[in-house]
């Protein structure tokens, strides 16, 4: 469900987003930008989706090894 807001900004803010993003497109705009900082994603349930995917687990661990053996060798 959407719920409608009403917000001031600056004019001059106003008309950058009306001839950057467009006049009916600043609602999306806003709402993509604001969403990663007020919707926490369940982490949990993403990890557990995440480790499922076999061939992205090997990748991963691959990488990680990798990452591991470069550390090891490199000087201090």
Known sequence: MQKKLTITVDEEVYKGLHKTIG????SKFIEELVRPHVVRPN??????????????????????????????REKR
């Not at 006049?23 to 600043?26: D, G, L």
């Open 43 to 72: 982490l949990e349930l993403a990890y557990s989706q995440m480790s499922k995917d076999k061939k992205r687990e090997a990748d991963a661990l691959e990488w990680a090894e990798a990452t591991f053996k470069d550390i090891v």
């Open 23 to 26: 006049p009916r497109k600043i």
